[in-house]
């Protein structure tokens, strides 16, 4: 099945920075990759998606990357701010397979004033 | 709307009970899943259901049952639970929606805690 793994666990930044969160997918077959934020003790939500068909979306202070051939895709969040502190999590799915979700294993975002 | 809406919020179980997790949307969505977060871990799919009447294992389904009652509703059992189960559980559903995102966006419920001692 898919294994996607995320990098780094962890990352501390200054307000004001830039953030970067990148993920790697197993399945070549995978076709959506969305990102979710989760605030403490809160229900993850999304924040942006992508699909293979294209190769960048911005949204605002977030951009998400994606290279099929190398099955990686990123999170970029410009100009952090400390409510963009929380957990992120990358996904991939198979359309095709009931667009099950697999995640990676989340980064624990702090944004330091 | 409500969107995703899940009870109880809370569990305290000994293990070898049983109990059932609810699970309701009203959004009009085909899809629904049920995921397990352990902490400090993402979310692991437990089971899905691709439409009414259907249902089908995910990524940890031992140990579980699942019920798509109707369109909205979608149930997860644990026939007798273990601390292994000690966990927090999210619905969430996914289908065409008037809401931000598209067809494939999963929206989720507010979780349950359960601890099983």
């Known amino acids: 099945g898919e294994n996607v793994e995320q990098h780094p666990s962890t990352l501390s930044v200054q307000e004001g920075d830039s953030a970067v969160i990148k993920c790697t997918y197993s399945d070549s077959a995978s076709n959506y990759f969305p990102w979710y934020k989760q605030e403490l003790g809160k229900r993850p939500q999304l924040i942006i998606d992508i699909r293979s068909n294209v190769g960048e979306k911005k949204d605002q202070r977030i951009a998400v990357t994606l290279n099929k051939t190398a099955k990686h895709f990123s999170l970029h969040i410009t100009e952090t701010q400390p409510e963009d502190s929380a957990v992120y999590f990358c996904?991939?799915?198979?359309?095709?397979?009931?667009?099950?979700?697999?995640f990676g294993g989340g980064t624990r975002v702090l944004v330091k004033p | 709307n409500a969107g995703v809406t899940q009870t109880p919020k809370f569990q305290v179980l000994k293990t070898g009970q049983s109990m059932t997790l609810q699970c309701a949307q009203d959004?009009?969505?085909?899809?629904m899943y049920w995921y397990r977060q352990d902490p400090g871990m993402g979310l692991r799919l437990i089971y899905y259901?691709?439409?009414?009447?259907?249902?089908d294992k995910g990524e940890v389904p031992n140990g579980y049952n699942v019920s798509r009652l109707n369109k909205r509703e979608f149930s997860l059992r644990l026939e007798s639970a273990a601390p292994s189960q000690t966990s927090v559980y999210f619905c969430a559903s996914s289908g065409p929606s008037s809401r931000r995102g598209s067809r494939d966006t999963q929206y989720f419920g507010p979780g349950t805690r359960l601890t099983v001692l």
């Open positions: 996904a991939a799915s198979i359309k095709a397979a009931g667009n099950k979700l697999t």
């Open positions: 259901s691709a439409s009414e009447g259907t249902t």
């Open positions: 959004m009009n969505h085909n899809s």
